[in-house]
């Protein structure tokens, strides 16, 4: 079976710096996404790990340790727009995705 | 680039009715997904189609929940007769998953609810 764990909500200031952890449990493992979802809208692609280590994107990065099943996202800069729900998704094979429940980030001034 | 289609966007029907969702992917996608995602939770995995192929279909119910693509290309999935339970976004994604590339590009949902 799989289980994937993430905080369900997370509060944080403008301008600050949030990390969202994710931990997962699962075979086949062939990497790991992370999403972002705003209310009433589609998941939209924030990052893809496979290999160990830290994929910075801007304001955004990712973190992945495969031995320990453990990822993060850290956001930085916090802004407003960045409240959104956070999903963390493990991919299996080629094409399998598996979801977490999601992180809801509040932003607040 | 289009993104994914999907209509219509929002959907009431009453339990024990049947209703259509349609999703039209990306150019040139092959793989194909239909998730189900209540409120508060990630997208589940329905059905995943390769061309006009089924490749996963193990979390859809089967009793009243049908799902087809046959042209390889836009899809459809049917829920006959619906439940209170079904109430939730129906979201369709796509991917070309070649050279590595498995990121999936997701329609921006039909919210159903059943009353």
């Known amino acids: 079976g799989q289980n994937i764990d993430q905080p369900t909500e997370m509060t944080a200031t403008e301008g600050a710096i949030v990390q969202i952890n994710c931990t997962y449990q699962?075979?086949?493992?062939?990497?790991l996404f992370w999403y972002q979802q705003h209310a009433g809208e589609a998941p939209t692609f924030l990052s893809y790990?496979?290999?160990?280590g830290l994929e910075e994107k801007g304001r955004f990065s990712s973190f992945l340790s495969r031995s320990k099943g453990y990822s993060y996202l850290l956001l930085k800069e916090l802004q407003m727009k960045d409240s959104a729900s956070y999903l963390c998704?493990?991919?299996?094979?080629?094409?399998?995705?598996?979801f977490g429940k999601g992180t809801m980030l509040l932003v607040s001034p | 680039e289009a993104g994914v289609a999907q209509s219509p966007r929002y959907k009431i029907i009453e339990k024990r009715q049947s209703v259509a969702f349609w999703c039209n992917p990306i150019?040139?996608?092959?793989?194909l997904y239909w998730y189900q995602q209540i409120l508060g939770q990630g997208p589940k995995l329905l059905i995943q189609?390769?061309?006009?192929?089924?490749?996963?279909d193990s979390q859809l119910p089967k009793d009243r929940f049908s799902a087809e693509r046959l042209k390889g290309v836009d899809s459809t999935l049917k829920i006959q007769p619906a439940k209170l339970e079904d109430s939730a976004v129906y979201l369709c994604?796509?991917?070309?998953?070649?050279?590595?590339?498995?990121?999936?590009?997701f329609g921006p949902g039909t919210r159903l609810t059943v009353t």
């Open positions: 994604a796509s991917s070309f998953l070649l050279a590595g590339d498995y990121e999936q590009y």
């Open positions: 699962t075979s086949g493992f062939n990497g």
């Open positions: 790990n496979v290999l160990d």
């Open positions: 998704a493990v991919l299996r094979g080629y094409s399998t995705l598996t």
């Open positions: 150019s040139g996608h092959a793989t």
């Open positions: 189609f390769q061309n006009n192929g089924v490749v996963d």
